[in-house]
């Protein structure tokens, strides 16, 4: 099974500030990593797939890097409902299998 | 509008039998695979079983393999989580969730929550 590991556990940001992200692959996933954000009591919202393709309606201060094994999401000038949970999910398309990363806890500084 | 919605979590004792099922609107259920993803108590996220559109390509996270057993039917627009001999672990929030590019999820449900105990 891939491992995903995320880091840093929690990220302390003000507002207007860049915030970025990481996830490690523990083997190569190529480029079929996706990012969601989770905000409490709500499910999670696809932000990015493809490791770098902003899904649809998200704003572009949200982008993606990375293949292989590297990912990373960067948030450009932090709004305030930015501050959620942030996962990466690496996926095979057939047969479906997934996981995804701890997370990482996005909170205003 | 695409709707997905959850129904049969409840809570049960260890070793009982479940089943989940998520009804489908809004967008054409037998084009898309579907997956199930569940999430402990203020836990993160673990896929635990996708598939495809004709049922002809399905998944499971290792944990549940041998115990769970996902299901379509195209004609109801629903999907389905046969849950067998339930453990404590698998106590979480279950969320049906819409494939889209590659095997990643564009629509959730709002979940249905699973207790294990005794």
């Known amino acids: 099974e891939i491992v995903m590991t995320q880091s840093p556990a929690t990220l302390s940001v003000s507002p207007g500030e860049r915030a970025t992200l990481s996830c490690r692959a523990s083997?190569?996933?190529?480029?079929?990593l996706a990012w969601y954000q989770q905000k409490p009591g709500q499910a999670p919202r696809l932000l990015i797939y493809?490791?770098?393709t902003r899904a649809t309606g998200i704003p572009a201060r949200f982008s993606g890097s990375g293949s292989g094994t590297e990912f990373t999401l960067t948030i450009s000038s932090l709004q305030s409902e930015d501050f959620a949970v942030y996962y990466c999910?690496?996926?095979?398309?057939?047969?479906?299998?997934?996981?995804f990363g701890q997370g990482t806890k996005l909170e205003i500084k | 509008e695409v709707q997905l919605v959850e129904s049969g979590g409840g809570l049960v004792q260890p070793g009982r039998s479940l089943r989940l099922s998520c009804a489908a609107s809004?967008?054409?259920?037998?084009?898309?695979?579907m997956h199930w993803v569940r999430q402990a108590p203020g836990k993160g996220l673990e896929w635990v079983s996708g598939?495809?559109?004709?049922?002809?390509?399905?998944g499971y996270a290792d944990s549940v393999k041998g115990r769970f057993t996902i299901s379509r039917d195209n004609a109801k627009n629903s999907l389905y989580l046969q849950m067998n001999s339930l453990r404590a672990e698998d106590t979480a929030l279950y969320y049906c969730?819409?494939?889209?590019?590659?095997?990643?999820?564009?629509?959730w449900g709002q979940g249905t929550l699973v207790t294990v105990s005794s």
């Open positions: 083997q190569s996933v190529s480029s079929n």
């Open positions: 969730a819409k494939g889209t590019e590659g095997a990643t999820y564009d629509y």
């Open positions: 809004g967008f054409t259920f037998d084009d898309y695979a």
């Open positions: 598939i495809s559109w004709n049922s002809g390509s399905i």
């Open positions: 493809g490791a770098s």
């Open positions: 999910q690496q996926y095979n398309n057939w047969p479906p299998a997934s996981t």
